[in-house]
């Protein structure tokens, strides 16, 4: 599993910081960045999930 964000639709709402603060962090802006790169630990994919359905922009995209 990957994680992607579409850095244009991100609005900085954090929702997903909240649902995987191990993947999801924020820049100065508050905009989301992804403290991952590369594939999702498999004990992680669950909140990665989580972060892409909480977040209202749907500014994240997860490939299997
Ligand atoms: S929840 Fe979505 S819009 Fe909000 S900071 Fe995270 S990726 Fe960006």
Redesign the pocket.
């Known amino acids: 599993m990957r994680v992607t964000?579409?850095e244009e639709?991100?609005?900085?709402?954090?929702?997903?910081?909240i649902?995987a603060p191990e993947i999801?962090g924020?820049d100065d802006l508050?905009?989301?960045v992804l403290l991952i790169e590369g594939d999702i630990p498999t004990d992680l994919q669950g909140k990665a999930r989580r972060?892409e359905a909480?977040?209202?922009?749907?500014?994240?995209l997860i490939t299997e």
């Open positions: 964000i579409n639709s991100c609005h900085g709402h954090q929702m997903c910081a649902a999801f924020s508050g905009n989301a972060a909480n977040c209202p922009e749907r500014a994240i």
